[in-house]
């Protein structure tokens, strides 16, 4: 069975605590990976304002393509994905 939990929601909820805390309980008895999309934004975005516009347009379509490639190989491998702030 495949499972992908998608977090999103405003900024500064705890969507982040929840979904590490999930991750952690998941994987005591399940395969489970966690792809958090500001950690993606961190890599991509370097040196960019992430109020700009080239950081809307070029730098956040790129990072939720990045976070869905790097999901498919372990949903393939039927883990259990957990993506935060999508």
Do not use: H, W
């Not at 499972?3 to 979904?19: E, S």
């Not at 805390?21 to 961190?42: G, H, Q």
């Amino acid at each position: 069975m495949k499972i992908i939990m998608v977090g999103a929601g405003l900024a500064g909820i705890g969507k982040t605590v929840y979904l590490t805390r999930l991750a952690s309980s998941i994987s005591a008895s399940t395969p489970c990976v966690y792809f958090d999309k500001d950690e993606i934004n961190i890599e991509l975005g370097q040196g960019y304002d992430s109020d700009s516009e080239y950081y809307r347009t070029t730098i956040t379509p790129q990072t939720y393509q990045i976070i869905v490639e790097r999901a498919r190989q372990p949903s393939l491998q039927g883990k259990v994905v957990i993506l935060d702030g999508y």
